[in-house]
Structure formats: structure tokens, C-alpha cells
């Protein structure tokens, strides 16, 4: 069974730019979460999908945001990019995403570079 | 929400054991225990995770207290490989509410492994 992709790989933007990033979940896999991880604030939930819907939501901006496909697939956007933005955005997938004991299973990351 | 402890590195020869600690005197009755790796700039790999018993897979085995408020993970036979950081990370589940889905993860421990 494949893992979980997500495309670009990688990404430089400069300030101001907006950005999108993609996430395919494991096959069968209906959650969808998104990680941001920066040096200085290790790794932090941004948001997590389930069914198309937003279920919960971690402590970032409104320029962070991101939506559910059908198809379970995410995509996440940021706008108006600020230096501090700089990070490797890991997405996240697992069956339900509920459950205590409904593993996550992380893609590669796309690393975002603004200039 | 439950919180972790880890020691911030530890090393281990090649082909030895490694045993990697972590205290969460917090832990509710219901919440698991999940180990992740991280490989340099790479997402997070699942290891492990478990409730209450002793847990072993093909990767690691798990040893959690009987109170538990703490866990090992061990690696059987440490290979350069297995040098990355190790996250614990008690899992807060569907009857807490709104962490629905969310992983918080704490700076991890750096193993580093030597020939």
C-alpha cells in the first residue's frame, strides 16, 4: 500500500506570495492532519480533516488554512508569507483519527522557503 | 493533556541494545503511549505504540510501568540506522474532545548511534 505523498517537495516563495501545499492520504484513510515543524518550535499541529470537515485546529494565524477533498485528499494554504513561515509542513493521515489508538502515518513534508 | 519527558540524547554502540526512557506521570487511565522516530528532515516514522501491556513489533518493543507513568522503548540491536530523534508521545483521544486527532510532540530524544 502506498504512504501518504505530498507534493511539492520543495518550495521557495518570497514575502507576500501565498502558497498550496497537497496531501494524499494512505489509501482507505479518511484524516487528514497537517504539522508545522521550525527549529525553534519543534513540531505543531496546524489542523486536522476529517470527511471534508475541520475538526480541530491548532494555535496559527487565519493566513493558515485548508480544506478536504472528497477523495480525502487536503490541501493546506498559506497567504500573505512572512520569513517566519520557513518550516517543513508534515500532513498526517490515519483511518479516523479519533481513536486512541488510530495511528498516524506521516508523508516525506514539503519544505517551504520564503525569501 | 498528558506531557512527556525525555532525555535530550543518548548513544548507543552498534549491535547493542538501546533504551531510550520517558516519564508521563500524567497519563490518564485511557490514553495510549506512541513512540515516533524522526530521521533528519524526514517526516516522522511510527515505531510503536501501546496502553497498558508490553508491546513488540518487528521495529522495537515497548516496556511501560505498571503505574504507567513511564515507558521504554528498546531497539533490540541498535544499527547506524537508528540514529534520529525519538519522540513519545501520550496520545489524547475521541472522548477529550477538541484534541481530537492531535499529536503534541515534545523535543524527542537525539539517539545517536556509533560504529
Known amino acids: 500500500k502506498a504512504g501518504v505523498t505530498q507534493t511539492p517537495r520543495y518550495l521557495i516563495k518570497t514575502r507576500g506570495q501565498q502558497v498550496t501545499l497537497s496531501c494524499s492520504p494512505i489509501?482507505?484513510?479518511?484524516?487528514v492532519s497537517w504539522y508545522q515543524q521550525t527549529p525553534g518550535q519543534g513540531l505543531q499541529f496546524l489542523f486536522e480533516y476529517f470527511s471534508e470537515t475541520q475538526r480541530n485546529k491548532g494555535n496559527f494565524p487565519g493566513r493558515f488554512s485548508g480544506r478536504q477533498f472528497s477523495n480525502s485528499r487536503s490541501e493546506m494554504n498559506v497567504s500573505t508569507l512572512e520569513l517566519g513561515d520557513s518550516a517543513l509542513y508534515l500532513c498526517?493521515?490515519?483511518?479516523?483519527?479519533?481513536?486512541?489508538?488510530?495511528?498516524?502515518?506521516f508523508g516525506p513534508g514539503t519544505r517551504l522557503t520564503v525569501l | 493533556d498528558a506531557k512527556t519527558t525525555q532525555p535530550t540524547s543518548m548513544d548507543c554502540a552498534e549491535g547493542r541494545a538501546a533504551n531510550l526512557p520517558c516519564n508521563h506521570s500524567?497519563?490518564?487511565?485511557?490514553?495510549?503511549v506512541y513512540w515516533y522516530r524522526q530521521i533528519h528532515s524526514q517526516g516522522p516514522q511510527y515505531i510503536i505504540h501501546?496502553?497498558?501491556n508490553n508491546e513488540t513489533n518487528e521495529m522495537a518493543s515497548l516496556i511501560i510501568t505498571e503505574d504507567r507513568k513511564s515507558s521504554t522503548l528498546i531497539l533490540p540491536h541498535a544499527t547506524l540506522r537508528d540514529t534520529a530523534v525519538y519522540y513519545c508521545i501520550v496520545r489524547v483521544g475521541a472522548d477529550r474532545g477538541s484534541t481530537l486527532g492531535r499529536l503534541y510532540f515534545g523535543r524527542g530524544t537525539q539517539l545517536t548511534v556509533w560504529p
Open positions: 500524567t497519563i490518564s487511565g485511557n490514553e495510549y
Open positions: 489509501s482507505g484513510h479518511r484524516s
Open positions: 498526517a493521515s490515519s483511518v479516523t483519527g479519533g481513536a486512541r489508538a488510530d495511528t498516524q502515518y
Open positions: 501501546g496502553l497498558k
